[in-house]
């Protein structure tokens, strides 16, 4: 059974508890990290004030990233997906010439 546990981390100097199951721990430290450093990005180029535009900018940054990571990988499967067809003719091909 995995116990819950409370978690006390911070972003841009504000602590926040946060819950979550004791083997999420070190992805939600993780997490954090990766946010704090995209908000502090953001607060240390000056152009955005206040933690919560700060915050929307940097969650609006993530996102932009994921999307574009996801539009990556379904152009890699695509790519896989038209090598494995093309092998799999080459076999037929092989294989009703035998």
Same mark, same amino acid.
């Given at each position: 059974?995995?116990?819950?546990?409370?978690?006390?981390?911070?972003?841009?100097?504000?602590?926040?508890?946060?819950?979550?199951?004791?083997?999420?721990?070190?992805?939600?430290?993780?997490?954090?990290?990766?946010?704090? #450093?995209? $908000?502090?990005?953001?607060?240390? &180029?000056? @152009?955005?004030?206040?933690?919560?535009?700060?915050?929307?900018?940097?969650?609006?940054?993530?996102?932009?990233e994921l999307l574009q990571n996801g539009g990556e990988r379904e152009r890699e499967r695509e790519q896989v997906k038209a090598r494995t #067809?093309? $092998?799999?003719?080459?076999?037929? &091909?092989? @294989?009703?010439?035998?």
């Amino acid at each position: 059974m995995d116990d819950k546990l409370t978690v006390t981390v911070k972003i841009l100097d504000k602590e926040y508890l946060i819950a979550c199951r004791a083997h999420e721990r070190e992805e939600l430290l993780a997490t954090v990290h990766y946010l704090n #450093e995209k $908000m502090r990005e953001i607060r240390d &180029r000056g @152009l955005v004030l206040g933690t919560e535009r700060v915050a929307v900018m940097a969650a609006l940054n993530i996102a932009h990233e994921l999307l574009q990571n996801g539009g990556e990988r379904e152009r890699e499967r695509e790519q896989v997906k038209a090598r494995t #067809e093309a $092998m799999l003719q080459g076999i037929e &091909r092989t @294989l009703a010439e035998l």
